[in-house]
């Protein structure tokens, strides 16, 4: 059985989290800014479908990118020197979300739902929520949005329109990140949330719930990016 959040109640323990399924934590609470802030900043983040009360998860293990070990392919490599594309942060914010909710294949239905658009997008205004976009031909083509707090990122979702739109922004978001994180001991993580072949082969791993939370205690509490801008010299 899991806790049902009322009013202002806290999280409990992510120790508490179900094991099947993996994660499970809690259920109830709103989608407030304060709520939001208080559940990433315990390795915490809502996933539910539309008509669902707010469900809420700590899986273990977590899968994590750390930005350095992002795998850059050949083919990659060679799209990202040909830099026949832009890459730019927080220019779309809600239309990258409301690409990432468009139904995906066979795909019938979105959890990025209207609560969740105008809940991220107060996070974007107050400045914690990012959208890093690739630009081909002056159209938006692909990207991802996430939380960034301190010098952790979240990441919740990202989509492509072209050939390795995605991947684009996805690498610069690690070079980036890599970039502004070089001088602090504990290296930066992106958080993935759950395990997918697509982001294993980029580089992510699963490491210990335990791990993931005491290193996200330190990297929450460092000073924070003040201006979202990419280096241009990232892959040149």
Known sequence: MIPWLTGN??????????????????????????RLLEAYRHGIFPWFNPGEPAL????????????GEFKISRSLAKVLRNAAYEVRCD???????????????????????E???AAYRALHELGYAHSVETWIDGHLAGGLYGVSIGR????????????????????HLAGQLERWQADHPTKGMIDCQMNT?????LGARE????????????????????RWQFDADLFT
């Open 9 to 34: 109640a806290p999280f409990p323990p992510v120790e508490r989290a179900l094991r099947s399924p993996n994660g499970l934590l809690a259920a109830g609470g709103d989608l407030s800014a304060p």
């Open 56 to 67: 809420w998860w700590s899986p273990d293990p977590r899968m994590v990118l750390i930005p």
């Open 91 to 113: 220019t779309a914010f809600e239309q990258v979300m409301r690409n990432c909710a468009a139904p995906r294949g066979e795909q019938g239905g979105t959890w990025i739902n």
């Open 115 to 117: 609560d969740m658009i």
């Open 152 to 171: 952790m990122f979240y990441g919740e979702s990202m989509f492509s329109h072209a050939s390795n739109a995605s991947k684009i922004a996805l690498a």
């Open 197 to 201: 072949s697509h982001l294993a082969s």
């Open 207 to 226: 490491i210990p719930r335990s791990e993931f939370i005491a290193r996200l205690q330190e990297l929450i509490n460092c000073e924070p990016v003040k």
